[in-house]
């Protein structure tokens, strides 16, 4: 079905704040116009998650305007042309339109235009460079964006191999999007991408990181995920993904289904590693620079679920790692009751050992010890009767 060729309001600009923004920045006049993913999910009738503005107006006059209106203005990004509007119920960056003077594949030098043509031009995909007037909606295309989003397609504006060249990220982006919004992935951007796969390299493993947790999120990356290993897309910064793990992957997304679970990427990407590969994870995260709690969890991940009883193990290392691993080995029937499981508190302490009769020292300690691995196994008994039978037979139990 085609997308309409209006958009409606989307909501935070409907608020009194919204009208402010809008009126202080002469939207009505076509001066400044919705851009991005805003127009793009709005058309699909997919939620707006962020509001991207582009106008005519220079920053200053952005803050100026913004400020006279009773909108906060944060200079976020001045040197490119950034502004952000805070109100109540509102938060949407504004960018003047620009073009790009110099690019070196990581960093853009730009300048400031009045041309919309020229705005559209410098960006990434055709479906990422539609317009809407507001508060009317009426889109702007300037390179087939609107056929592009009824044929579910990804396509990169222009020639492939110069906007990889402005910005070796969208090597990435171009598949994320792919595995989010195209029915097949586009042959001309797969060779592009595949041509200049190693330009990865020079991109900050922090931007590559996030890259791949966008894409690992979407509801299925396997078939993208595929396409791109055999690409050879990811050789020269992550050469651990293999086409034999994709199946894994499969069976972990369908046993986050069936668990009803939210997906993860931590754990997603521990799927796509071998068994018990510690020594990859370990290495994965530190190259990516990810952060130490997910580094612990990629590594947890990645190991066998063991046998039952599974609590005894969430007990000692974690239910989010058991759960984990197990919806890895596709076993959601398993991992469903310790979703969002607690630890239980240990209900004695060495204090209860001591009125048993043993003297204070290192043995309060072992039997105490003794008391948790009985009371673990027995199911965590809460009651008074339980507990006070597993501390007697701990305290007995070196009497000799």
């Given at each position: 079905?085609?997308?309409?060729?209006?958009?409606?309001?989307?909501?935070?600009?409907?608020?009194?704040?919204?009208?402010?923004?809008?009126?202080?920045?002469?939207?009505?006049?076509?001066?400044?116009?919705?851009?991005?993913?805003?127009?793009?999910?709005?058309?699909?009738?997919?939620p707006v998650k962020d509001l991207d503005l582009a106008t005519r107006l220079p920053p200053d006059a952005v803050m100026q305007r913004l400020a006279a209106a009773g909108l906060k203005a944060v200079p976020t990004g001045l040197a490119h042309g950034t502004v952000t509007a805070v109100g109540e119920g509102l938060i949407a960056e504004i960018t003047t339109l620009r073009r790009d003077v110099h690019s070196d594949g990581r960093h853009a030098q730009v300048a400031f235009t009045a041309d919309w043509q020229a705005d559209a031009t410098r960006r990434d995909f055709t479906i990422n460079a539609l317009y809407a007037g507001l508060p009317d909606?009426?889109?702007?295309?300037?390179?087939?964006?609107?056929?592009?989003?009824?044929?579910?397609?990804?396509?990169?504006?222009?020639?492939?191999?110069?906007?990889?060249?402005?910005?070796?990220?969208?090597?990435?982006?171009?598949?994320?999007?792919?595995?989010?919004?195209?029915?097949?992935?586009?042959?001309?951007?797969?060779?592009?991408?595949?041509?200049?796969?190693?330009?990865?390299?020079?991109?900050?493993?922090?931007?590559?990181?996030?890259?791949?947790?966008?894409?690992?999120?979407?509801?299925?990356?396997?078939?993208?995920?595929?396409?791109?290993?055999?690409?050879?897309?990811?050789?020269?910064?992550?050469?651990?993904?293999?086409?034999?793990?994709?199946?894994?992957?499969?069976?972990?997304?369908?046993?986050?289904?069936?668990?009803?679970?939210?997906?993860?990427?931590?754990?997603?990407?521990?799927?796509?590693?071998?068994?018990?590969?510690?020594?990859?994870?370990?290495?994965?995260?530190?190259?990516?620079?990810?952060?130490?709690?997910?580094?612990?969890?990629?590594?947890?991940?990645?190991?066998?679920?063991?046998?039952?009883?599974?609590?005894?193990?969430?007990?000692?290392?974690?239910?989010?790692?058991?759960?984990?691993?197990?919806?890895?080995?596709?076993?959601?029937?398993?991992?469903?009751?310790?979703?969002?499981?607690?630890?239980?508190?240990?209900?004695?302490?060495?204090?209860?050992?001591?009125?048993?009769?043993?003297?204070?020292?290192?043995?309060?300690?072992?039997?105490?010890?003794?008391?948790?691995?009985?009371?673990?196994?027995?199911?965590?008994?809460?009651?008074?009767?339980?507990?006070?039978?597993?501390?007697?037979?701990?305290?007995?139990?070196?009497?000799?």
């Amino acid at each position: 079905m085609n997308p309409p060729q209006r958009l409606a309001l989307p909501l935070p600009l409907a608020t009194p704040a919204g009208a402010a923004l809008l009126a202080a920045l002469d939207a009505a006049a076509g001066t400044t116009r919705l851009v991005g993913g805003a127009v793009r999910d709005g058309l699909l009738g997919l939620p707006v998650k962020d509001l991207d503005l582009a106008t005519r107006l220079p920053p200053d006059a952005v803050m100026q305007r913004l400020a006279a209106a009773g909108l906060k203005a944060v200079p976020t990004g001045l040197a490119h042309g950034t502004v952000t509007a805070v109100g109540e119920g509102l938060i949407a960056e504004i960018t003047t339109l620009r073009r790009d003077v110099h690019s070196d594949g990581r960093h853009a030098q730009v300048a400031f235009t009045a041309d919309w043509q020229a705005d559209a031009t410098r960006r990434d995909f055709t479906i990422n460079a539609l317009y809407a007037g507001l508060p009317d909606g009426a889109i702007l295309d300037l390179t087939g964006g609107l056929a592009d989003l009824a044929a579910r397609r990804v396509r990169f504006i222009g020639d492939p191999l110069a906007r990889i060249a402005e910005d070796h990220l969208r090597i990435l982006r171009f598949f994320r999007f792919s595995a989010r919004y195209a029915a097949a992935i586009d042959d001309e951007g797969l060779a592009a991408c595949a041509a200049r796969a190693n330009d990865l390299m020079a991109l900050s493993r922090e931007r590559i990181a996030s890259e791949l947790q966008g894409l690992l999120l979407v509801a299925d990356p396997v078939p993208v995920l595929g396409v791109m290993i055999e690409a050879g897309i990811w050789r020269a910064v992550l050469p651990e993904l293999a086409a034999t793990r994709l199946p894994a992957l499969a069976r972990t997304i369908a046993a986050e289904t069936a668990a009803g679970i939210a997906p993860a990427w931590p754990r997603r990407l521990a799927a796509l590693l071998p068994a018990g590969a510690t020594r990859a994870a370990a290495d994965i995260g530190a190259r990516l620079k990810l952060a130490n709690a997910i580094r612990i969890r990629l590594v947890a991940a990645v190991q066998a679920a063991g046998p039952p009883p599974h609590w005894a193990t969430a007990y000692s290392q974690g239910a989010e790692a058991v759960v984990d691993r197990l919806l890895i080995a596709g076993d959601a029937a398993a991992a469903m009751p310790l979703i969002g499981w607690q630890r239980p508190k240990l209900p004695a302490s060495g204090k209860d050992i001591i009125a048993r009769g043993v003297g204070p020292g290192p043995e309060v300690a072992r039997r105490l010890a003794a008391f948790e691995g009985a009371w673990v196994a027995a199911g965590f008994p809460a009651d008074t009767a339980s507990v006070a039978a597993l501390l007697d037979a701990a305290a007995q139990s070196s009497a000799s």
